[in-house]
């Protein structure tokens, strides 16, 4: 379903990512762990049209998106959940959840999608008339995802979704992600706590410096010796 | 002397609610692009010869004006940051400064050329009556300005409330970059905001202009007198647009009687400054 | 060495040439040189303020306009001689400024620009019925015919060079250094430990004292004083203007800003705002295409590596 061939992306003119290839298929999860700095939120900002790759290509369903504007990549049927949530803290739960679909199709039948998203996280529902910034962190993170939701996406990447969370609260997102798979969506999961991800993923990849150095079966990697020296803490 | 105050209280209410509404422009422009305005005066002046010149060709009521004005602001506007604005905003915090003012001195002199330095009204006759309710007599021209200030206010309310266009604006400024992950174009809601700032700032000059004579360089007080407005009532906020436009209101209103038209507008100023130097982040807060 | 000297004899050279000029040179062109060194003066310090510490005044014409009702009043009233009033005028601008600094200093950006205009507009709204100095109908400067213009081009030419060495000096000494780093980026500089708003109150009193002087002698030249000229907002858009062209913050652009300046103002002279709205056009073009003023792309151009302020 998403290509990534080769990209190198640079931040003016110091190089982040270099040469980093990967692949989802339809349907499943697929996790990107690595140490902070690696590249991982900015291969995110990639995906969606925020950065654009110097070198290499990205395709989606067979049809190229790199060069692509941000609201064209969403429309083709990827949304993100941002690293750090990124609420519009000034505006209600509902008017959040309304931007999520700002960009897409959804916006014309704002309702619907919103029904939907409500019946996957009835207690954003409750809440819909509060101000973002008012609800704890966890509530926080579904806002987030719930938002990336809006859009109907067939791909929805999640930039560390547990990231300040207590650990109750990391098992009710990581429940949600896979209730999100069953809806239809396909995943891409960016982790620094790399057990969870690989724990709830079908495949992964490890992104160091700017490149990716591992691949392959989350329940390979899980066992992996490198892997566990450096993310599994053994 | 009750009765006294009562009026200067009143007018000054009133009054107050036209220079909110003339503030508000200013208040969007800074509030969502960060930039503050210095030709924004001259801008409501170009409105109100705009009306003039409307008025002179087909002879119909200012009010009316407006209808015709209002989407040629709005075009100015959306021109104004997408050819100059954006090209300033990266190279430094100056450059805003400077840029806003050489506009402010080229459209205050190009309205001097094309239409002298006589004074020039937009009043209609219908304004000038007195009006006696209650045994108060409120001056017809600020009520209107004050009505109209409030029509305005609630359309945008609802436009900032309901539309999408209008929430994006608001979430934009918040977190720009969060915006773009979601797909807002920021460049895009700046041009619209910038257009909606002028549209209101042209509303607010024909009003102004039927409530006061003008001259070319009339827009300078202005300016002044809605950075007062907005730095007392904070940026962007719409309830803090109407405070500071109160007070504004009120200490021209005041000051006027107090001191006499010579230096009325002078202890504005003054009450402005003071306040910017007591609290310069406003009574609503917000910084720059 | 060499080099050294040879820098020291242009200067000499050039200087000369500037004292004895007007011995050669008939009234008008007079005329046109001390209103070229005046505004020179007052607009070199105006872009070295904007560009190397940041401060954007729009207010300056309060100086222009006090140092002018002061040394007339000194000298009419009081019958001070002409260049004591001159000079207390002076101080009486810096200390204006100096008071003005407190309040002023504290607001950033854009504010302070703001704050300025507001100043000046409640000096001139001040002056503007104050019946001691004629209020509305202004003020005839009767003491000031007696000078001439042989006579009053030499303080416009001490101003004018002195200008160019004040701000040389300032932008290569301490305080020029703390400046700079405040023009960058105010909050870090603060924490590195300079004393910003020492820094900037010091060069605005400085920058303001010179430009009250640039007002005195101006208004000597002028005989004519009234509040709507004399605080006009128009003092300002011309330092502007003239700092632009050449290139804000520069020694030399304000040199060629001056000279097109006042050029540009015999020619206009009939048309009312023609010559307003031209700078104005002007300054935009310049800000929105090549911020670096006319002196920049000649220096470019020239290919001459001129170190900073040059």
Known sequence: MLEVNSIDVFYGDLQVLWGVSLKVNRGEIVSLIGPNGSGKTTLCKTLVGVLRPKAGSIFFIGKRIDQLSTPDIIRSGISIVPEGRRLFGNMSVKENLELGAYAAETRKNVDDALEWVFSIFPRLRERQNQLASSLSGGEQQMLAIARGLMSKPRFLILDEPSLGLAPKIVLEVYDLIKRIREEGVTILLVEQYADKALENSDRGFVLENGRVVLEGPSEKLFRDERVKKAYLGE | MINIIANLFINGLLLGGLFALTAFGLSILAGIMKVINIAHGDFAILAAYLALTIMRFLRIDPLLCILIVAPIMFGVGYLFQRFTINRVLPKGANQPVLVTFALSIVIQNLLLLVFTADARSLTPNYLLMSINIFSLSPSPRYLLGFVSALIVFSAIFLFFKKTYLGKAMRAVPFDPEAAKMIGIKSEVVYNYAAGLALLVVGIAGVLLGMAFTFYPDTGPTYVLLSFGVVVLGGLGSLKGSLVGGFIIGEALVFGGYLFGSCFQLMFCYLVILVILYLRPQGIFGGKL | ?310
Request: glycine share 12%; with cysteine; hydrophobic share 55%.
């Open chain 3, 1 to 310: 060495m060499a080099r050294l000297k040879n820098q020291y004899l242009y200067i000499f050279v050039i200087l000369a040439f500037l004292v004895f000029l007007p011995l050669w040179v008939g009234g008008f062109l007079r005329d046109a040189l001390i209103l070229i060194l005046l505004y020179l003066a007052a607009a070199e310090v105006w872009g070295f303020m904007a560009k190397h510490a940041g401060i954007v005044s729009l207010g300056q014409q309060a100086f222009i306009g006090v140092g002018g009702y002061a040394t007339a009043v000194l000298s009419m009233y009081y019958g001070v001689p002409m260049w004591a009033s001159v000079m207390i005028a002076g101080l009486m601008g810096g200390g204006l400024a100096a008071v003005l600094s407190f309040p002023l200093l504290k607001l950033r950006g854009i504010y302070f620009s703001i704050g300025t205009f507001l100043v000046a507009e409640v000096i001139r709204l001040f002056f503007n019925s104050w019946e001691f100095v004629g209020a509305g109908k202004g003020l005839i400067f009767s003491t000031a015919y007696y000078v001439s213009t042989l006579i009053l081009y030499y303080p416009a030419l001490v101003l004018g060079v002195f200008s160019i060495f004040l701000v040389y000096y300032l932008y290569h000494s301490k305080l020029g250094f703390g400046l700079r780093g405040i023009g960058g980026d105010e909050d870090a500089a603060s924490s590195l430990g300079v004393n910003t708003f020492r820094c900037k109150a010091l060069c605005f009193v400085i920058a303001s004292l010179l430009t009250t002087l640039v007002g005195a002698v101006n208004s000597i030249h002028h005989t004519y004083l009234h509040p709507t000229s004399a605080f006009s907002i128009s003092w300002t858009v011309n330092f502007l203007f003239i700092a632009v062209i050449g290139g804000v913050g520069t020694i030399f652009g304000p040199i060629i800003g001056s000279i097109i300046f006042v050029a540009l103002g015999y020619m206009l002279s009939q048309y009312l705002g023609l010559s307003l709205l031209l700078e104005g056009i002007i300054v935009l073009a310049i800000l929105l295409t090549f911020p670096e003023g006319l002196w920049g792309v000649i220096s470019r151009k020239l290919k001459l590596k001129l170190k900073p302020p040059l």
